[in-house]
């Protein structure tokens, strides 16, 4: 059996492949529905863009998986096996005495370069995220990789398991040792095997970036190992950014050691309370408990009983926990031998991957895309609708005419002058009121939103932050920088409310006088926001209380945890006031595209009556014209059916109808 027919046989890349084909169509249809929207003008140049984004997201979009679990749970020999068998051998370091001693993110490589960067351990020192200095290309060591060279692989990766020898004091700066005050007596005194007395190991680097030309990969799969409890609660950013971005989060545990201590700690504080994450718990290492002298019933009940005991350890369904051993499973693979495949557990992991994992990405990508599409679909069918009603009245009314004498057409006419000449006096007069709109939309609700008041928040936080040594400090000094943000919120929420009114309460006046269309754009609700926002302050109010067992509440730790959170804060405010000022100029853009299309209406009816006036025969002529427009309009309704129906279809359909 040949490399190509290991990957073509695994489930997780058929299941990548299907998924890539599915979310093609899905961008392919956001690109010809933005292309349309421009297309036909109905709505603001907005919405057009917002599909364009909508696409490009879809398209960087990828699977992220997540490795978790203490030092020594095989978690790096399960990556070979799973990912990475078809090489022929192991990929990454995880042979004994060999183990990752950093996050380790494996990526598809950009223009099929592969590649391995390393930040040193130093950066820690530095008040600045590991996301940032990923654009910072000087910040890393760079190594070139040959995949198809396997010494010069092994050489290259082996620099993942590199440690140093350095002073505990050094250590204690940058966060990797507790504070003096909570050192155990009997390890005041540390001494390190290779270099003596007051020394400590550390790992060499912060964080590894892997970059691969591989199947899997290049199908839009990005794996995170990550090492043990201590490496998850000294590094803030691991803890609050990466495992809480990834989609799926696979827990390993040993067999040979059941559900240790530490092991509860990763899971209680780190896993088990964020529901948008799909999460597998592995029992690995079950090789362990085979013994070529008892009965393989009998080895397979103790292996069930381990499985039952650990479900009720974490609380979670048995069917939640899969037993396997990556060690057989990579010598599986390898070997072609499709017996100790599922005897491994490994089959049974893939089809895991492949049916749970793989479908919640999808449905992911889904709910994400189908509110912005249904909208756009449905406020163009409403306008061309409009336009259909209305021109088949303007039909019915010409058809009307014949029955009139020439004086009915000159007082229409003349009613049509007048209307004209209201409306651009109300229209100027409204145009007139848009500055103070705009006044009341900066102080009522972009400046409790300001990014500077937040910057202030955070400063006077952080300064405040590192003067505490209490747990309970601790968690208080975070429920008091969320009372902060939130309260900023709420007087957002405030303005919210009172630009709405003010805005519906001008246009209202205009709509009811000249029966316009109503705003359809959907109102800006800040209140979903701000449940997010209360939903993070629950979570990081719970890692705050849970820091001291990770870490110790050592000054390092505690303020990289706090900067890690209210960055993220912070972008949420932006992110959140960015989505205000769309809202804004996408009402002012409608309410500007209402008023034109009423005026553009009136003045084609207006000059329509005058060539009437002109002559009874002009009506014959106008009828056809009216039917030549109302023709477009359906033609042009045709079309976005045509467009949107296959995406909304994909948008909508079951996950069972998946190819």
């Not at 351990?121 to 600045?128: C, K, N």
Request: aromatic share 6%; glycine share 4%; with cysteine.
């Amino acid at each position: 059996m040949s490399e190509e027919h290991l990957l073509k046989t695994s489930p997780i890349l058929q299941g990548l492949r299907a998924l890539n084909g599915w979310r093609q169509k899905v961008i392919d249809g956001l690109h010809e529905m933005a292309a349309l929207t421009a297309d036909l003008g109905l709505l603001p140049s907005g919405t057009m863009l917002q599909l364009e984004t909508l696409a490009y997201e879809t398209e960087q979009d990828s699977l992220r998986i997540a490795l978790v679990g203490e030092f020594s749970r095989g978690k790096t020999e399960l990556i070979n096996a799973l990912f990475f068998a078809d090489m022929g051998a192991r990929l990454l370091p995880s042979s004994p005495g060999q183990t990752t001693m950093c996050p380790v993110e494996i990526r598809g490589a950009p223009q099929g370069r592969p590649g391995l960067q390393l930040l040193p351990i130093a950066s820690r020192s530095l008040d600045v995220s590991i996301e940032k200095l990923k654009r910072a290309g000087s910040a890393w060591t760079r190594l070139p990789l040959v995949l198809e060279e396997k010494n010069e692989r092994c050489q290259a990766l082996a620099h993942l398991t590199e440690t140093l020898c350095v002073a505990i004091e050094d250590a204690r700066r940058i966060g990797l040792c507790p504070p003096l005050n909570r050192t155990p007596k009997d390890r005041e005194r540390t001494i390190c095997p290779s270099c003596g007395l007051g020394k400590v190991l550390i790992p060499r680097w912060r964080h590894a970036l892997l970059y691969l030309t591989h199947p899997m990969l290049d199908a839009g799969l990005t794996v995170l190992d990550t090492p043990g409890l201590n490496a998850i609660g000294a590094e803030p950013e691991l803890t609050f950014g990466m495992l809480a971005d990834a989609d799926a989060i696979i827990f390993v545990l040993g067999a040979d050691t059941g559900v240790t201590q530490s092991d509860l700690t990763i899971w209680e504080q780190y896993l088990m309370r964020n529901a948008h994450q799909k999460q597998i718990v592995l029992l690995n290492k079950i090789d362990t408990l085979w013994d070529e002298l008892r009965d393989w019933s009998g080895v397979v009940a103790e292996i069930e009983q381990q499985v039952d005991k650990t479900a009720e350890r974490l609380r979670i369904p048995r069917e939640q926990v899969i037993p396997v051993s990556g060690q057989k499973g990579l010598i599986a693979r390898i070997r072609q031998d499709q017996k100790l495949l599922e005897r491994s557990g490994m089959a049974a992991l893939e089809r895991s991957i492949a049916e749970v994992l793989l479908p919640a990405r999808r449905a992911a990508i889904q709910a994400r895309c189908r509110v912005l599409v249904e909208r756009a679909v449905v406020d163009q069918k409403n306008l061309l609708q409009e336009q259909m009603n209305r021109i088949t009245a303007q039909i019915e009314s010409v058809r009307s005419l014949k029955d009139r004498t020439a004086e009915k057409v000159l007082e229409l006419v003349a009613q049509h002058q007048r209307l004209l000449q209201s409306f651009e006096q109300d229209r100027h007069a409204f145009e007139g009121k848009k500055a103070a709109f705009r006044q009341a939309v900066e102080e009522c609700l972009l400046v409790p939103l300001a990014p500077a008041s937040f910057d202030l928040v955070i400063s006077n936080a952080k300064a405040e932050m590192l003067s505490v040594w209490t747990t309970a400090g601790i968690v208080e000094r975070f429920r008091l920088f969320f009372a902060e943000v939130i309260a900023h919120f709420d007087k957002a929420q405030q303005g919210a409310q009172q630009v709405s009114a003010l805005v519906a309460g001008e246009y209202q006046v205009l709509q009811s006088r000249y029966r316009l269309p109503a705003l359809r754009t959907v109102p800006y609700a800040i209140m979903p926001r701000r449940t997010e926002l209360m939903d993070m302050a629950e979570n990081y109010e719970r890692f705050g209380m849970k820091l001291e067992i990770a870490v110790n509440t050592q000054s390092a730790v505690v303020r990289k945890a706090f900067l890690t959170v209210a960055s993220r804060t912070r972008d949420f405010v932006v992110e959140t006031r960015r989505e205000a000022e769309t809202w804004v100029d996408e009402i002012m853009a409608v309410m500007n595209q209402q008023l034109q299309v009423f005026h553009d209406n009136a003045e084609e009816e207006l000059n329509a009556l005058q060539s009437i006036a002109q002559t009874v025969g002009n009506i014959d002529t106008r009828i056809q014209q009216l039917r030549q427009s109302l023709q477009i309009v359906q033609e042009q309704m045709a079309r976005l059916d045509h467009y949107s129906a296959p995406l909304l279809h994909l948008l909508r359909e079951a996950l069972s109808t998946a190819p």
